[in-house]
């Protein structure tokens, strides 16, 4: 079975970190492009990160850049993002998606649902 299981989401105060973790099966983690992407409630889906399959190169849009940063382990078929200098603004559940098909680059955030294989999601709270 294809999969992708987040973890590490929770409450923490506005300035605070936190790194969320995504772990797969079911499908070759190596070959895939990885991410986040990110929904507040009452907005749209928004790409918070991606890294490549190829050579771990990374995009990020402004509103996390400097912020965020995603890595991978293909020995653990785990993807991390973490996430420091947290704003209330940061609140939303977050989507852990892979992908065989795309390339990382600032683009892979308008896939959305074109996207293969998504998580389940992990909420995040950021109090100000």
């Known amino acids: 079975e294809v999969q992708l299981v987040e973890s590490g989401g929770g409450l923490v105060q506005a300035g605070g970190s936190l790194r969320l973790s995504c772990a797969a099966s079911?499908?070759?983690?190596?070959?895939?492009?990885l991410g986040w992407f990110r929904q507040a409630p009452g907005k749209e889906r928004e790409g918070v990160s991606c890294?490549?399959?190829?050579?771990?190169?990374?995009s990020y849009p402004d509103s996390v850049k400097g912020r965020f940063t995603i890595s991978r382990d293909n020995a653990k078929n785990t993807v991390y993002l973490q996430m420091n200098s947290l704003k209330p603004e940061d609140t939303a559940v977050y989507y852990c998606?892979?992908?065989?098909?795309?390339?990382?680059?600032?683009?892979?955030?308008?896939?959305?649902?074109?996207?293969?294989?998504w998580g389940q999601g992990t909420l995040v709270t950021v109090s100000s």
């Open positions: 079911g499908f070759t983690f190596d070959d895939n492009v």
């Open positions: 890294i490549s399959s190829s050579d771990d190169s990374t």
């Open positions: 998606v892979a992908d065989l098909n795309s390339a990382c680059d600032s683009s892979w955030f308008d896939l959305g649902s074109y996207l293969e294989v």
